[in-house]
Every structure is written in C-alpha cells, then in structure tokens.
C-alpha cells in the first residue's frame, strides 16, 4: 500500500524555494519548513518542479531510507530516480551496521530532454575558498565557471548575521573577479534542519549526522535547482583522497559519484591529491602568465570580516604548507608574521596544547614536514637544521600523537568514573544516562 506524501506543498518566490513536508515526516523528524534562497538575482520561475523538490529530496532521504517507512511523491525526475537505489546501496556498504530499508515512490517519474540551454563547456564548482576548492577551481580554470558557495555551511560564521553574511559575500565576490568569474550563493536551514533529538535512532553519533551522512548529497542537492537556471550540466565537488579520514563520510565518493539528473553528473576532483601535492600544484599554475595566486580561505576561527587568523590548526598547516614548497603565505590570503607563528606552533606542541582534529590530520602535518625538509635539504634524522624551521624538520609527530592519545584517554578514563559516582547515587537514571555517556565517550 502506498505510504503517505513526503511533501505536502512546494512554494516558489523569485530565487527562494520553500518546502512543507507532509504529516507523517513532520511527525517523525520536524513540521519546520525547509528553505533554500539563492537571492535576488536568481529567478527559478522557469524550473521545472521536479528539480525545485530536489534540495530537500537530498537532504532528508538518507533520514527516509534509515527510518524504514515508505513515503511517497507525485513527480520524480526520471535520472534522479535511476540513480538513487545506486546512492542507497553505496550507503549500505559504506554503513553496514545500519539498515537502509526505507523508500520515496513516485507517482510520475518525468523524464527531461536536454534543450540547447544546456552548454558542456560551462561548470559549476562547490567553492568554499578552501584549499580543496581552490585548486579544483584553478585546475579547470580554462572552463566558464559558475562557483556556488553556500553561505550557511561555512563553518564557524553566522549566515543569519548581516555583517559576517556580508563580509563573506565580498571575500568571494573579489576571490571571483580575480579569476573572471561571477559567484552564487545560496542559504538554507539545511543544517540542522533534521533536529538531533530526532536522529538519537537512526545514527550512533547524531551530532555527526551532517559531516557522516548528510553533506554531499545535501550541498549537491541545495546546487541543481540554480544550475539548472544557468543552462550547466556539470557540478565539480572538490574532494579530498578517499582514504583521508580513515572513515566513511557523507561526501564520499561511492554517494556523491552514483548520483544523477536529468544530464546533470557530478565530478568529484581532486581524490587522488594530497593536500600538500595541492598547495605544489596551486604555486605551479599561479607561475603562469595571467594567474593571479588565490585568496585561501582556510581559518576554523571568526575573524573580524573574513580573513584568516593566522593561528589555528588548518591556517598554520596552509601557511607552512605554502612556505614548505617557497611561496610566501602572505601573497596567498594570510596576514601573519612566520616567525611569530612558528613560536606559537612550537609552544603549543610543548605545552601538548595543539590537537589533531584526526587520523589524517597526523598525516597532514608529516607530509608538511617532509617538504620543509626538501626545502632545507635535511635528512630526516638530523640533529640540527638551518633556519627557522630547525626544530620543526626533525620533531617527532608519532611520538606526540602517542603522548596526546594517553592523555585524552585519561581525561575520559576521569569523566567517566566522576559520572559513574554521580549515576550510582541516582538509580532510576543509570540505565539511560549509562546509554548517553557511550555514545558521547565512545
């Protein structure tokens, strides 16, 4: 029998697409309409309704498919519905231990012909200023791009504010006009959109929901509507190695690869670089008559409009990355002192205040090291180096991954005997709070 709609009313308004979904999603996981607005500039009048559903579509059918319940719509597009049994299978193999048995029936699947708006030559490229998306941009520069950066996914800025909004706006406003190209924006409530209260059964780790599971399908899913207005076929999604976090991820490229609709591919790019072979091939093409170095984008930190810090993790790795391989990090989007920031660098390490955001991080930073050795011509068991980076070529990151790992073993070890006390004296809590506790110390 078929299930009830997963979507009860879909309203356009110039470049904004809102999507109520229907009673029983809205039982389950939330009544919040969801929002996708790619600005004033954007008309999507001419878009056909079943690209306009597929925002939301992306961003909740992984949910869909963990619940178990069927659910249905009235118009698919026919691409799209071809490639999503190969999107839930990868997800299947990727995550084993979940069950991914829940399904979205059409009523119609609406095949599209491809019109003569549709031009190969023209790309669309998920740009976040990134490292990542840097290179893919300038890797393909000989293409007509239109970069789409979404507005509400970077990171640690609040999109909902006007000011830090703004200030993102014209950092790729001028990223863009350095390499003749015109940027997009979008913003959504993707993030977040499905609240964790409502995830606590279908994931291990709800708060890790968008970076495990949802993101590539999401991010893609928020382009297509505002690709398909601009006649482009094609979306690059830069990526990093495949095996770069030890770990499955929610913009893999066994997901994100399976997808299709109506002629529209993605390419993911970059999968076989490492980040330092990157920062090599972004100071090679700036070389290049015409190619003006790129603004990188790579702070984890807010900043007074938006510029790099200088200081956390992923802007001393950029910064050192570039100064390993003989550029200055200063023409390149950083305002920063090297000396200063190694000083800081070296101190963190001693004090073992610095932390590897994770497996591929350790890696990272070793691929960095052995380019400031290829700078130095320094054999990688030498007492004593020339310049300032002496101490960084032979320091020992093995060694102060072990150090860190005993010791975050131990601050767990200390939470959770100092909860367990608390518990114990609270019988009717433990079974719950017990359950909690693995999943947030596990």
């Known amino acids: 029998m078929p299930g009830p709609y997963l979507i009860e009313e879909l309203i356009t308004q110039g470049g904004r697409i809102t999507v109520r979904p229907g009673e029983q999603f809205r039982r389950r996981f939330t009544g919040t309409a969801f929002t996708v607005d790619y600005g004033p500039d954007v008309d999507l009048a001419d878009v056909r309704r079943e690209i306009l559903a597929i925002p939301f579509l992306l961003n909740v059918l992984p949910a869909v498919w963990l619940s178990g319940e069927t659910y249905r719509i009235r118009r698919l597009d026919q691409e799209l519905s071809t490639s999503l049994p190969q999107v839930r299978e990868a997800y299947q193999r990727l995550f084993p231990a979940r069950t991914w048995d829940g399904d979205l029936i059409a009523d119609e699947h609406v095949a599209h012909a491809k019109d003569g708006r549709i031009d190969g030559e023209n790309v669309a490229v998920l740009f976040s200023g990134g490292l990542d998306s840097v290179y893919t941009s300038l890797t393909h520069r000989a293409m007509r791009q239109l970069p789409i950066t979404i507005l509400s996914m970077l990171g640690v800025y609040d999109w909902r504010d006007s000011a830090a909004c703004q200030a993102a706006r014209n950092h790729f406003i001028a990223s863009a006009a350095r390499h003749g190209h015109e940027p997009a924006f979008v913003t959504s409530n993707l993030d977040g959109y499905l609240p964790i209260r409502r995830l606590v059964d279908l994931w291990p780790d709800p708060r890790r929901w968008m970076v495990e599971v949802q993101h590539g399908l999401g991010f893609v899913g928020l382009a297509i509507p505002l690709m398909e207005s601009r006649g482009v076929r094609r979306l690059l999604m830069a990526g990093c190695e495949a095996d770069h976090y030890g770990m499955p991820w929610g913009s893999h490229p066994k997901i994100v690869g399976a997808l299709r609709w109506s002629g529209g591919e993605v390419v993911q790019d970059g999968l076989d670089v490492t980040r330092q072979k990157k920062v090599q091939r972004i100071i090679s093409m700036c070389a290049e008559p015409d190619v003006l170095p790129p603004a990188i984008k790579s702070c984890l930190r807010p900043t ?65 090291q052995e380019a400031v050795r290829r700078r130095l011509n320094v054999a990688r ?60 110390l596990k």
């Open 381 to 440: 068991d030498a007492d004593e180096t020339p310049g300032d980076l002496r101490w960084f070529a032979v320091f020992d990151w093995d060694a102060y991954s072990a150090r860190l790992d005993a010791a975050e073993q131990g601050a767990m070890r200390r939470v959770r005997r100092r909860m367990g006390l608390w518990i114990d004296a609270r019988p009717r809590l433990r079974r719950p709070i017990r359950a909690l506790m693995d999943r947030m």
């Open 304 to 368: 007074d409009g938006f510029r790099n810090c200088g200081f956390c993790s992923k802007c001393l790795q950029t910064a050192l990355a570039l100064y390993a391989e003989g550029a200055d990090p200063n023409a390149f989007g950083f305002d920063l002192s090297l000396d200063r920031t190694l000083r800081y660098l070296r101190e963190r390490l001693r004090s073992q205040r610095f932390s590897l955001l994770h497996d591929a991080d350790l890696a990272e930073w070793k691929d960095i």
